[in-house]
Structures are given as structure tokens and as C-alpha cells.
């Protein structure tokens, strides 16, 4: 499965992005899917991760409550509705998906990545 993320921009500081995660190639709704994203400097961290029909949300700490997964599989897309962006969330935002139902938090267990699209929030 290809996936192409979109949607990063500059925000300020208690402001809202919504990125999308396009998926191509094959029957999207087999894939679990995650959002991680990667500071300058820092590892890949884990962000979210969907299930196959929408359920099974599970969210990194640092995000919860602020950041809200779903998807449209009719459509192919995951989207990540991110509120209250504050300037530690500055990022380049990747889509990932598996298939595989197992909630996973690794980078290493995700097989299809997307380019990331770049998130920064400014104070």
C-alpha cells in the first residue's frame, strides 16, 4: 500500500491542523494505521494508531486528549485532527501502516510509510 501524507503547515501556539494519510495500491481497510512524527534531532515517536474499522484508537500520552484519529475507509484516508498544538509538537508527521490488529507502538512493526508532511508551531 502507497500512503501519502498532507495537511502540515505553520500554526500558532493553541491552534488546529488536520493532516490526512491517502492510501493507494491495496484494500485499505485490511491496514491498521499510525501517525508518528520525528523533531529535529530526535527519534521517530509514536503518535496514534487506528484500527481496521475505526476502533482501537490508541494514543501516545503526550497527545491525548488534544489529538483525535479517524478514518474513512470508503475513502482511503486516515485523518489526525490535532487542538491546542502547542510548540513541542513542531514535527514532521508520517503516516505508517501494518497488517497486523495488534496494537503497536514501534517503528520497526509498521511496513508502508508516507513521506511525512512538516508541522510547525510557533509561540
Known amino acids: 500500500v502507497q500512503l501519502q501524507a498532507s495537511g502540515g503547515g505553520l500554526v500558532q501556539a493553541g491552534g488546529s491542523l488536520r493532516l490526512s494519510c491517502a492510501a493507494s495500491?491495496?484494500?485499505?481497510?485490511?491496514?491498521?494505521v499510525a501517525w508518528f512524527r520525528q523533531a529535529p534531532g530526535r527519534e521517530r515517536e509514536f503518535v496514534t494508531r487506528?484500527?481496521?474499522?475505526?476502533?482501537?484508537?490508541f494514543y501516545a500520552g503526550s497527545v491525548k486528549g488534544r489529538f483525535t484519529v479517524t478514518r474513512d475507509n470508503a475513502k482511503n484516508t486516515v485523518y489526525l485532527q490535532m487542538n491546542s498544538l502547542e510548540p513541542e509538537d513542531t514535527a514532521k508527521y508520517y503516516c505508517?501502516?501494518?497488517?497486523?490488529?495488534?496494537?503497536?507502538?514501534?517503528?520497526?512493526?509498521?511496513?508502508?510509510w508516507g513521506q511525512g508532511t512538516l508541522v510547525t508551531v510557533s509561540s
Open positions: 495500491g491495496r484494500t485499505f481497510s485490511n491496514y491498521v
Open positions: 487506528i484500527g481496521r474499522s475505526g476502533g482501537g484508537t
Open positions: 505508517a501502516a501494518v497488517d497486523d490488529p495488534i496494537i503497536r507502538v514501534g517503528v520497526n512493526f509498521y511496513d508502508y
